[in-house]
């Protein structure tokens, strides 16, 4: 059983930065994809971010040019880096990895940005 370890969310003002990390029990080599999703007060979670075994990258609208995803096989990490925050992501930001079979949700890591 893969655990996903979120890190790095908090309170933050408007125009700060942010990095989240995702650290997971197994090799991320092993997952085909990893991702940051979030989900807003009173709203559904979606995509932010996601990076592929091969280093391909994909980001929400929303977040592209502020936000980067990176990974770090040798430490089993996933990290996002979020800049220029707004108050609308406001959100609890969590990883989730899969492989073809399995898909694995962290427990989630706050992010509060202040106006």
């Known amino acids: 059983q893969v655990q996903l370890v979120e890190s790095g969310g908090g309170l933050v003002q408007a125009g700060g930065s942010l990095r989240l990390s995702c650290t997971a029990s197994?090799?991320?080599?092993?997952?085909?994809?990893m991702a940051w999703y979030r989900q807003p007060p009173g709203k559904q979670r979606e995509l932010v971010a996601g990076i592929s075994s091969g280093g391909s990258t994909n980001y929400a609208d929303s977040v592209k040019g502020r936000f980067t995803i990176s990974r770090d096989n040798a430490k089993n990490t996933v990290y996002l880096q979020m800049n220029s925050l707004k108050p609308e992501d406001t959100a609890v930001y969590y990883c989730?990895?899969?492989?073809?079979?399995?898909?694995?949700w962290g427990q989630g890591t706050p992010v509060t940005v202040s106006s």
């Open positions: 197994r090799s991320i080599s092993l997952f085909n994809t």
């Open positions: 989730k990895a899969n492989t073809c079979a399995i898909v694995t």
